[in-house]
């Protein structure tokens, strides 16, 4: 089956998820879409399968237009997606999420016919080799396992287009070449695949057309054979010039040492994965990578938000690791979480009380159990000057502020404890661009006061804007660690884990 | 860098509310057994014997009255516990669940030999086996029903607090039907409706206005508590008619009754608890065979993987919240028309928050209800039984036992409840 | 291009967020609920009442049978049934109209505020749980232990005057604190929810009360009732307004408990740990606070408080203990907190105006022949409509704010 999207546009409040994009996905073939986190790619799909409403635009099946009210209809009309985030229900077997809502059913009682779902789901399975048990509790099987069963999910309802949204995202390297020969297998069997996905190996090695998306758009169209460093340049994007004003780094004394750092998550993934380096007073050491390639475990073990289940972190002579969280910061670290809305700002409590989120019970804020709401808005008016928040009043709730300015409440807090080190993860995501000049400016006025500073960052640019040394993650693993000035092809090819010495 | 953090890449996050191995389970099991053992058993003087009267003069057969030495059948029974504690540990240690049936089995053993320890020596007086047993049944009826409310509401993810308020409203208007129609089977007719309405009340709260599910439940209760008892006290004390004490008379079930001990518990009782044994056997066929069950517990767990698979979620919840509503309104008739006893203000004195209990410890399921319900119910009718022969223990603890059990099971500390993932979440698309 | 355009976009973000965050949410909502939503929600709560007070009054039922005959004698009874059943309210709980002294005016009002006593107190606990993002249903248990401890050093000990009082305070302060420790404890370490863990202590408490109450030390002489012996007089709380009234100091107290609850929360450093981790439990933890400790504290804080509540009834107006002491005390201040928004300013005033209709029941009685239990059900609808704002604007036609527009979309 044919699709095409036309002119897709897709606004949540004013912000453009989907700005006019266009598809084509011939019959049996696989069509990468390519692009970043946020770059608008699974919307697109959820638009398609009718989760989301399109503002703008169509879509036809074999060129005649379709409307999908919910996913029912999209399904119906033989599409099949496959969640980032998985739509199995955890304490199912296989056969009962396989059959869930299209059950075979006997009786006037309608009880089921597992026996029909069992020779479904093996039907499948057999014909894919995905050796899976229709009797298998699906909390009991491993993430790659429950990714084939979305699969048969898809297939079983006679889908011959199969959306598949960053499918290897959480799959083990092995888990991701079985996936990548099953896409095969299904392209050749005639279903039409759409993958979604930043990452260009796996682009390469099966895609037959290649769109890449951008900050909504589709930026272009390439050829499987195109260059690693082509994609990864239309990826990433050279648009936006960032250029930040900073003297070259006066690294001083060694601040930070992470030795052998790892972090496994509760699906017993190893997400950090014995990582160590070490970053000295004075200089920013820029953590490039494509996003979920373990920076945020870095960071958050680094804080303690997580426990790291190997290694070590020395702030200047201390173990911080194993410290609580309160006491690694009250150490000299400040902290700009990647998620400000969530980890960062209290929404419903004022500018002034989130200013001081951290330091609440420190004088001059607190007298023994007492605030001291004088020296709070004092404080907090200064800060609010200082870091040129725009608010009417201090006692404005930090959830009514701009993204930009409620970015600048958080580095303020972080910036007004004197600080040994300053992490900053995608510290300017979201921001227009003034208020990206500032905050680069604040942090590299923290790094010329003699701070050392870890920058976090999927934007490349930033990345290069700020860095005095770029580690570029991949996989949980530090691939490298490169000068400022290293090309972006090199980059791009290390972010696609390309080790330091392979792409020199 | 310590050599304890380097080697332990697997150990378990210490922030983890719930521990990877489940030890605590069979060690609390084991611990109370051993308690049992030293107290009932070795604590029930030799040579002394409990009397358990098993038939009553209304049977066909008359079994003999047993005599049972007490101290051998109060080690026996708590042996048997201390078994069932070790199978859990063997199963914990397995990575594996245990049965519903355990910890009923487990309970009962315990209360057995709590029983022959009170029983031991006084030669006057005899426990009264078949009686406990059928009342046991019967207190446990309401909790069953209300168990099964809650089962059904929670299963597919909307918290039913309101268990308490849908009986007493069902007791209520099965009163009130059935004394106009003067005819205690209409009063069972219209019970269900009463516990509807209530039940769909807190859909509308919870699926439309989005309110905390829990904060509706409890005023809801609050609500159902007011109206009744105004119109107690008014339309029904005005008119003595409209509240009449009616019965509804046993049913012996011909050649069933008659067994020993089975037959008078299970196949001499009215209407009513016919009705729950076909309603918990069906629920439990068709929330766990059927397709409707199906999707109703892939709703409770995983509302947005539902939806992709074209299921509609707050319909789904709505209905299942009204049908729960109205099995615990069938319960309510319980206090009124199927006791043969008028309505009273409040009537149903907390049995509602019971349920919810048994429901949790029953793990939402229809069989684990009922087990939990009936073991609940043992628990009300020992304390009875216990309050005749002069318990040595206050009756107050046995009073107590549904609810720290409970707690027990909800800390993970014996058993782990782990309720339908999504139970209380608005489902927003 | 807005942080809400850019989070909403992330497909993460639309994932089943955690049920605790919703239940904060939702908490935070009804904390913000507008005060024309209050007031409306009270108006049609009256109206439904007053439907119910009509439809049970039986000269209006007799009437309506030759309603068409003679309309007239219908809307006669209904108007007096109503008429009496608010003026009986009115003098059974601000002002007796037919009293021939002052004090016997008054006499209403100062009932009303005795009333509010308990209510305000476990309203307060309630409010700072509700605040903290805990559902503590468990005041019913806190109160009944918090009065089980305070009744039993007031008349069990023989202590000098002031000193027995505030000992016999400081124990149900500490009763209730015990019994909120429990499932704070249980929360924080073992994840046990907090709501199924307080049902159950309710019922503990209850039965273990009885179970105290049979003992020879809790146990009136000459009784054989379960009923404790009176409070000794040096641990009752002063009649505040002479000997006629029947309000005492336990009011002032809770008046201050108001203003120290205003306090802890608003000017605190405590207090400002409790509301970020209400308000956003993951940016609090990232702020360094300990979310166990606060689930912890702010139990034990809300049980004193409820505990406190019991001191009411034990050293205040029933002045022994018995195991229906709390009456249906912690629901009723469930719903106090609630209509109080959480805040003590509103707790007190939501406590007053269900205090006054508790304390108009007698005069329902007496004058409209109405059975007290109106009162519950008005109760209940005023919570029930605030808690669904959009209900009440929809009832009343109101404009609905920017914000919430924004969530019904």
């Known amino acids: 089956m044919k699709l095409e999207l036309r002119g897709i546009t897709k606004r949540f409040g004013d912000f453009t998820a989907n700005d006019r994009i266009d598809l084509l996905v011939e019959p049996g073939t696989v069509h990468a879409l390519l692009g970043e986190n946020g770059a608008g790619k699974s919307t697109l799909m959820n638009v398609l399968f009718g989760l989301y409403d399109a503002d703008e635009g169509e879509v036809l099946l074999d060129d005649s237009p379709v409307v999908f009210d919910g996913p029912g209809d999209a399904m119906a009309a033989g599409i099949g997606m496959v969640h980032q985030h998985f739509m199995l229900v955890h304490p199912f077997t296989v056969a009962e999420n396989v059959m869930l809502g299209h059950e075979d059913v006997r009786g006037p009682a309608k009880l089921l016919d597992l026996d029909a779902a069992r020779t479904k789901v093996r039907e499948i399975s057999d014909r894919f080799n995905f050796n899976v048990d229709p009797d298998a509790v699906i909390e009991d099987l491993p993430v790659g396992a429950q990714q084939r069963v979305e699969i048969i999910k898809a297939l079983s309802r006679d889908a011959s287009i199969l959306i598949l949204d960053e499918p290897t995202a959480v799959l083990t390297p092995q888990e991701t070449d079985e996936l990548l020969g099953i896409v095969k297998d299904l392209r050749d069997a005639g279903t039409s695949v759409v993958l979604i996905t930043h990452k260009l190996r796996e682009v390469q090695a099966v895609a037959d057309t290649i769109t890449v998306i951008r900050r909504g758009k589709v930026v272009g169209t390439a050829e499987p054979t195109a260059s690693q460093e082509e994609l990864a340049s239309l990826m990433v994007g050279r648009a936006v010039s960032m250029r930040v004003d900073k003297t070259a780094a006066q690294p001083g004394e060694t601040m930070l040492t992470v030795e052998g750092l790892t972090v496994v998550d509760d699906a017993e993934i190893v997400q950090l994965d014995g990582v160590s380096f070490e970053v000295k007073a004075g200089e920013i050491l820029a953590i490039a990578g494509v996003q979920g390639n373990g920076q945020t475990e870095l960071t958050e073990a680094l804080i303690g938000v997580v426990a790291a289940d190997a290694g070590s972190a020395i702030l200047d002579g201390d173990v911080i690791t194993g410290k609580s969280i309160k006491d690694v910061l009250f150490s000299g670290i400040g902290f700009v979480p990647e998620d400000r809305t969530e980890d960062g700002i209290v929404a419903s409590m004022t500018i002034a009380n989130n200013l001081i989120l951290d330091v609440h019970d420190q004088a001059p804020y607190a007298k023994g159990f007492a605030l001291q709401p004088k020296a709070i808005a004092d404080e907090a008016r200064k800060h609010v000057e200082q870091f040129d928040v725009r608010a009417t009043s201090i006692e404005q709730t930090a959830g009514s502020l701009s993204g930009g300015n409620q970015q600048k409440v958080v580095l303020a807090r972080e910036l007004s404890r004197p600080l040994k080190l300053l992490i900053a993860s995608n510290p300017t995501r979201g921001l227009d661009v003034g208020s990206i000049e500032f905050v680069h400016k604040r942090i590299v006025a923290e790094r010329d006061a003699g701070a050392a500073v870890i920058i976090v960052s999927a934007e490349l640019d930033e990345v290069v804007a700020l860095a005095d040394r770029i580690a570029v993650m991949y996989h949980g693993r530090i691939v490298g660690i490169v000068p400022p000035d290293t090309d972006r092809d090199t980059l791009g090819l290390m972010m696609a884990g390309a080790h330091q010495e392979e792409v020199a | 860098m310590t050599a304890t953090v380097a080697d332990a890449p697997a150990a378990p996050a210490p922030s983890a509310p719930i521990p990877a191995k489940r030890w605590g389970a069979s060690i609390a099991l084991g611990v109370i057994a051993l308690i049992s053992l030293v107290i009932f058993g070795l604590g029930t003087p030799t040579g002394s014997s409990t009397t358990f009267v098993v038939a009553r003069n209304t049977d066909f057969v008359h079994l003999p009255t047993y005599t049972a030495p007490s101290r051998l059948a109060a080690i026996v029974l708590s042996v048997l516990a201390l078994a069932l504690a070790g199978w859990a540990a063997y199963r914990a240690n397995q990575h594996r669940k245990v049965g519903v049936w355990l910890p009923v089995v487990y309970g009962m053993a315990i209360m057995g030999a709590l029983l022959t320890w009170a029983g031991a020596g006084r030669d006057a007086t005899s426990i009264q086996l078949t009686g406990l047993l059928t009342s046991s049944l019967f207190l446990a009826v309401p909790l069953v029903f209300g168990a099964l409310a809650g089962t059904l509401c929670e299963r597919s993810g909307i918290i039913n607090i309101a268990i308490e308020g849908q009986l007493l409203a069902g007791a209520f208007l099965a009163a009130l039907v059935g004394s106009m129609a003067g005819n205690a089977y209409v009063g069972l007719i219209a019970a269900p409706v009463a516990g509807a309405l209530v039940g769909l009340l807190l859909a509308i709260f919870a699926t439309k206005y989005w309110v905390n599910q829990i904060v509706v439940g409890v005023v809801l209760n609050m609500l159902v508590v007011g109206l009744t008892s105004f119109f107690f006290s008014t339309v029904m004390t005005e008119n003595g008619d409209l509240n009449q004490a009616l019965g509804m008379a046993r049913l012996p079930i011909p050649l069933l009754s008659s067994i020993p001990i089975i037959g008078p518990v299970l196949f001499n009782q009215n209407l009513l608890v016919y009705i729950l044994y076909v309603v918990v056997a069906a629920m439990q066929i068709m929330l766990f065979k059927s397709r409707w069950g199906l999707r109703v517990r892939a709703v409770g767990e995983h509302p947005k993987a539902a939806d992709t698979v074209g299921i509609k979620v707050n319909r789904t919840r709505v209905r299942n919240t009204v049908l729960g509503g109205a099995i615990a309104g069938l319960g309510g008739a319980f206090f009124t028309v199927a006791s043969g006893l008028a309505f009273g203000k409040e009537m149903t004195s907390g049995k509602g928050y019971i349920a919810l209990a048994a429901m949790i410890l029953g793990r939402w399921s229809p069989r684990g209800a009922l087990a939990a319900a009936l073991l609940f119910g043992f628990a009300d009718a020992l304390r009875a039984q216990l309050g005749t022969i002069g318990s040595p223990i206050p009756s107050q603890f046995l009073a107590m036992f549904p609810y720290i059990a409970t707690i027990f099971a909800v800390a993970g500390l014996v058993g782990h409840a782990r309720p339908p993932a999504s139970e209380g979440i608005p489902y927003k698309k | ?409």
Request: proline share 5%.
């Open chain 3, 1 to 409: 291009m807005s942080e809400q355009g850019q989070s909403t976009t992330e497909p993460d973000a639309e994932v089943a967020a955690p049920q605790e965050s919703r239940s904060r949410q939702v908490l935070r909502e009804i904390a913000e609920s507008s005060s024309m939503v209050v007031f409306m929600a009270i108006v049609a709560s009256m109206i439904i009442g007053g439907l119910l007070i009509i439809f049970a009054d039986e000269a209006v039922r007799e009437s309506a049978g030759y309603f068409f005959s003679r309309p007239g004698d219908t809307f006669s009874a209904i108007g007096d049934a109503l008429g009496s059943a608010y003026s009986a309210m009115f003098n059974g709980a601000v002002l007796n109209l037919q009293a021939e002294s002052f004090a016997g005016m008054i006499k209403p009002f100062t009932q009303t505020l005795t009333m509010a006593t308990p209510l305000i107190f476990a309203g307060l606990g309630l409010g700072l749980g509700f605040r903290a993002g805990l559902f503590n249903i468990g005041a019913q248990g806190q109160i009944l232990i918090g009065a089980t401890v305070g009744g039993y050093i007031g008349f069990a000990w023989d202590l000098p005057w002031g000193l027995h009082l505030l000992l016999a305070v400081l124990g149900c302060a500490l009763g209730g604190a015990l019994w909120g420790f429990i499932p704070g404890v249980l929360k924080a370490k073992r994840g046990a929810h907090e709501v199924i863990v307080t049902i159950m202590l309710n019922y503990i408490a209850l039965y273990l009360v009885a179970w105290l109450l049979s003992l020879e030390a809790f146990q009136r002489e000459g009784s054989d009732n379960p009923i404790s012996p009176i409070v000794a007089e040096t641990a009752q709380y002063p009649k505040i307004l002479g000997v006629q009234f029947n309000l005492h100091l336990g009011f002032v107290l809770a008046l201050a408990c108001a203003w120290g609850v205003w306090w802890l929360m608003e000017r605190s450093t405590l207090g400002f740990r409790l509301r970020a981790v209400g308000a956003n439990p993951s940016a609090a933890r990232t702020a360094g606070m300990s979310i166990g400790a606060a689930t912890i504290l702010t139990m034990v804080i809300a049980g004193a408080l409820a505990g406190l509540a019991g001191s009411a009834p034990v050293l205040g107006t029933q002045k022994f203990l018995t195991d229906a002491v709390a009456g249906s005390l912690g629901f009723d201040a469930i719903t106090v907190a609630l209509l109080g928004r959480s805040r003590p300013l509103g707790i007190v005033l939501a406590a007053i105006l269900f205090g006054g209709l508790q304390a108009s029941g007698p005069s329902l009685q007496v004058n409209a022949g109405l059975p007290v239990d109106i009162v519950v059900v008005i109760q209940a609808l005023i919570v029930l409509f605030i808690a669904a704002p959009p209900l009440v604007r929809a009832i009343f036609r109101l404009p609905s704010p920017a914000h919430e527009k924004e969530v019904a979309a």
